[in-house]
């Protein structure tokens, strides 16, 4: 019997060429994925004291002693009025990183317009508590004039007052024209999440703890 030597074609050789070029580019593709995630864990073994060290020294972050307890009684009488409960992880949370950024609330300005200024009296002492100045504003007319007495690094503001549902917001659409860049937060009754962030404003919220964290937002950007 005689036996014909194998042979390949050029059809097939062509297939699995290709065959093998698309796997290759697979490997490589993936490759450095995984050479990511290697070298991630390699850094955070490597410097794992380092981290866990410093991890330590921002958890054992605090404000003063007689500070925090005013921040903290404020924050809950504010919580309070509204009808929330904030967990104590997230008012402990909230405390470090007012003391992480204790320098950046020292002598900052805020400017608050809000028709019942006894309904944020818990919220403005939490601020205060930081060493936060807080002018209050019960009118337009009001917030108008105080803004040209002194610079203020943000406005807090409710929506609806002097009996206009919308006031808040016509009041930004004016300071936006007066060429005024002051941060808005919007701090109101109820949000609705369909809603989302009215144009313009830094954030809207009716939470107390969220509100401090949206200040704290804006007063690292500007004063950090």
């Not at 209050?136 to 040209?148: F, W």
Request: overall charge neutral; glycine content about 6%; some cysteine.
């Amino acid at each position: 019997m005689c036996h014909r030597p194998l042979r390949w074609t050029q059809t097939q050789y062509t297939v699995g060429h290709v065959s093998a070029t698309a796997e290759l580019v697979q490997i490589l593709q993936t490759l450095p994925s995984f050479l990511w995630i290697a070298l991630a864990f390699l850094v955070v073994a490597w410097f794992r004291p380092q981290i866990a060290t410093r991890l330590e020294s921002l958890s054992s972050i605090k404000l003063p002693g007689g500070t925090e307890a005013q921040f903290n009684a404020a924050v809950a009488n504010a919580a309070e009025t509204k009808n929330i409960a904030i967990p104590s992880m997230a008012q402990a949370r909230l405390a470090r990183r007012a003391a992480a950024n204790a320098t950046v609330f020292r002598g900052a300005r805020v400017l608050w317009i809000d028709d019942n200024p006894n309904g944020i009296a818990a919220e403005k002492q939490a601020l205060q508590a930081l060493g936060v100045h807080v002018d209050v504003a019960q009118t337009n007319q009001d917030a108008i004039r105080l803004l040209g007495l002194r610079s203020q690094d943000l406005l807090i503001s409710d929506i609806s007052r002097e009996g206009d549902p919308g006031a808040g917001l016509k009041f930004l659409s004016e300071l936006r024209s007066m060429q005024h860049p002051e941060p808005v937060i919007f701090y109101i009754g109820h949000v609705d999440p369909e809603r989302g962030t009215p144009a313009h404003a830094f954030g809207i919220t009716d939470r107390p703890d969220e509100l401090l964290d949206y200040v704290m937002d804006v007063l690292v950007r500007r004063r950090g």
